[in-house]
């Protein structure tokens, strides 16, 4: 069975699909995943964006590129969020989460975020998910490992030959890895 690593921001409806692919891949013991969430887009304020105007057009076009992408049976849940919101700390909570725990807790942020509305910027949603206590060490660890794959997008798929393939190749990756 292969080990994946796949980078990933919860802001980013690619990263949202990666994750079921993951779930997918795991449930059918095809591969175990090392899941890092990542910080895509830090500059994003603490207080995040309103979507609309020219961000919501933005996400719309990304949700109807993701719909375009999904295979058949693979749920379509993604919604336009309210809020483009700034990730690091639920990128940090979600480093603290128990590795045991963390691909519920991924699930859970990402509905959150996108089939929900809630803000996973509040540490009230965050502890309701389940989310650790934060692990600033190991979210910079998965950063600089990210950043120094000179990766800009996300998601990111780590082969178990060290190959990393990014954006839409590693969404089809996945996919082909599920058969």
């Keep these: 069975m292969d080990h994946l690593i796949i980078y990933g921001d919860f802001n980013c409806p690619f990263s949202a699909l990666a994750s079921q692919r993951a779930i997918d891949l795991v449930d059918r013991a095809r591969a175990t995943?090392?899941?890092?969430?990542?910080?895509?887009?830090?500059?994003?304020?603490n207080g995040g964006v309103l979507v609309e105007g020219e961000v919501a057009a933005g996400f719309r076009q990304e949700l109807d590129h993701v719909r375009s992408l999904l295979r058949e049976g693979e749920p379509d849940v993604l919604r336009l969020p309210t809020r483009q919101v700034n990730t690091r700390r639920a990128t940090v909570r979600y480093a603290g989460t128990p590795i045991e725990q963390?691909?519920?807790?991924?699930?859970?942020?990402?509905?959150?975020?996108w089939s929900r509305g809630d803000a996973i910027d509040d540490d009230h949603v965050l502890d309701r998910i389940g989310a650790g206590t934060p692990n600033r060490s190991t979210a910079e660890t998965w950063a600089l490992d990210w950043r120094q794959a000179d990766a800009v997008t996300v998601p990111v798929l780590v082969l178990p030959d060290g190959y990393r393939s990014r954006g839409l190749g590693a969404l089809k990756r996945l996919?082909?890895?599920?058969?």
């Design 175 to 179: 996919a082909a890895m599920i058969g």
């Design 102 to 113: 963390r691909p519920g807790v991924r699930q859970a942020l990402f509905a959150a975020h």
């Design 33 to 45: 995943v090392d899941w890092r969430a990542v910080e895509h887009d830090p500059a994003i304020p």
